[in-house]
């Protein structure tokens, strides 16, 4: 146990600091946000240079003579706006060989440093599981594995073709004809040999999950066969039964430019939130009107978009695995790349109180 | 014309609606740009249009539809004249590894066949400098998409601390070059590329037509020692003069999941007019960082390797750097195949917190070295 005076904190070096006319501006470039803080003390930054991870908040006081208690309160804000972070252990040198963006990025959500060192290796017991290793998927646990991610169960029952080497990341000429599940398995060991890799050659059937027997932490549906509403709602039942966070990553019906949403089972928006919601939009749209079937249709792809879908997914999938909810911000939100506004169209479809599965009279929770 | 072979886009979406007595709205809508056109037909048109997808000949479809065949050549026409349909060339080989980018072409540039982009696209050559997370990730997509000519500079090899970030990176090519360790990955891809690596750095006396060969298409700067706004400087001055486009990328400390900029010869603002909007713009922003650090309280043990990382710095993900870079691919393309791209004078900064982006415009200013 530790007295507060005795504790040690260090200003986090990736903030910007500028005083000018008793406005203090803390601008933390790697989220990229803003404080502002008014105060009237023309030495405040040479107060928070104090903070190097050496001086306690007691040597802090009496070296700059400042009242404990205002001192105590004032870190006590830095802190939790994620400009301060107690040193309560220290990091290993190999570590940040390794991984210093990590860290310094996940510094960013953390109070302590203690508490980056138990993400990062909490990280290594989470299990995910992705559906789909093609335009979205692939990417997908590439960046994962990069993150720190060691168990992963793919589930694919494709081989490598020529046409999937323009837009799917691991796969490379050598590998057409081989499976996509062991393709990716050879290339995530590359990564880290410690990576374990459960492989399913299967495709998401609705039957999927009655022979599915592991533990996850996380699901990530980028299966597109035959429709995403299709596998979708497969996934979204299950993972609402089990409560288990999902994320719908790639196109959605027909939409190469969808970013896949996020569900927080019963905090955010759920499929079937989705579907209550995206019907009566259509419904104004498109009333009365009927899709024409077109049997031999190939819709045209483009890596970019796929990437910039799966870049944006996996983010929220990091905050996810790292217990970092509240900062997930694809949940409850339609959200679409624009190709010709090359910008992001975000459309908020709320919580259905009504819904059958997650509203009120459902049967879970 | 009876002969030959023609499908609905693939892009383009058919709705119908029943107005009775066997009347039919049918209503015609682009995905990618949501445009839309409706036409009143009667239920056979119906028929004609699900099974026109490039299979049968216009002669063909007449015949399984029953249908006369000047009726079936009025529709063709609608639809040839809307960009609604296109003709298959059904001896033309189809280019497997490309088929389904070129159907996106197709769809995007509807004035031109979505081969004749694939092809204009691989004759380019790109020049890129810094190949770490984001130059790297670049460079990948744009191996993917079908560019086959690049030159890589960069004097840096890969260390431990690129797993993380570089997707080319693995445990077995740590300590190569990154030019050369891109390039065996690269190669992987697709073994026709031609890949030139240049191991060094550039330096305020480099000599730039060593690096940029004046058939350069597009420069691409990542190059972020000592600054990226330096660098750009050296190189954007040269290419305006070669009439080359840079793309300046995002992606660096301090801007994570920014876009970049491309750099059009007499189109666009040029270098100076960015560096001066830049210093105009953060005239008053004279920040401190608590970057002094002293290692030996910070870290438990040996912290010889570790002098020049400075804890609780800039971070970053490997889905940021890939998020930066899927967005300059985007624009790189679009300018490479000669589409318009917008945003061109603007800079946006994804806040991975909020799910947006905060756009910075950069208005043209008077400037003295391209005097617009």
Redesign the interface.
Known sequence: MKFVKDKIFRLRASVALVYTNKILNLFKTNVRENIFLEIDYDEIIDLLFEFDGKNSIEEVSTKKNIDLEVLINLIDFLVKKNILIEIDKKYQAKLIEEKYRLINFLEDYCYKTSEVLYKIENLKTKKVLIIGMGAVGSWMVDLLARDGVKNFIIVDDDIVEISNLHRQDLYFEDDIGKYKVDCIETKLKEINQNIQVVKIKKKLTKDFFDYFNHQCDLVINCADFPSVDFTTNIVGKYCMQKNIPHIIGGGYNLHLTLIGQTVLPYKSACYKCFDSRLKVINEIDIKGLKKLHREKRKLGSFAPLSTIAASVSVLDAFKILCGLDNYVVNSSKRIEFRIREMDFEIMQIPRNGNCIECGKESICK | MDNKYFK?R??V?????SLGNGIYR??FYR???RERKSIEAEEIV?DI??I????KTIKEIATTTNTDINSIKNLLTFLLNNGFAIEVDKNKKID?????????????MPNRL?EETQELLSSKKIVIFGVGAVGGDIAI?LA???VKNFVFVDYKKLS??D???H?YC???NIGKFKTEALKEYIL????TINIECINKKLIPHSNLSKFISDDTDLVINVADEPYIGHTSVKIGRYVWQKNIAMYVAGGF??H?MS?GELIIPTKTACIDCYQNSFKKALK???????????KE???????E??KD????????????S??S???G???I?FYLIGLD???ESKR??Y????????WVDFTKEECEICKR
Not at chain 2, 13 to 17: G, P, Q
Not at chain 2, 284 to 294: A, G, I, L, R, V
Not at chain 2, 352 to 358: A, E, L, M, V
Request: hydrophobic share 40%; net charge negative; proline share 3%.
């Open positions: 609905i693939e892009s979406d058919i709705y119908t609606l049918i209503q995905i990618n740009t119906l249009l699900a026109f997808d490039g299979t497997e590894r490309f088929k389904r980018q070129i159907s996106f072409f197709d769809d995007l979505g997509l993917r998409a079908g431990k601390s797993i993380v970030r997707l693995n445990t077995k992987k891809i697709d073994n400390d301090a994570s876009t008053d922003w004279k920040p401190s960082y608590n970057t002094e650090q002293k309280i910070l870290v438990e043990d040996d912290f390797d570790i990382i400075i804890i609780g710095g800039p971070g970053s993900l490997a889905q940021a890939l998020f870079a899927s967005y691919v985007m624009k393309i791209v917008t945003k946006g900064e806040l991975p917190n909020r799910g947006i982006f905060t």
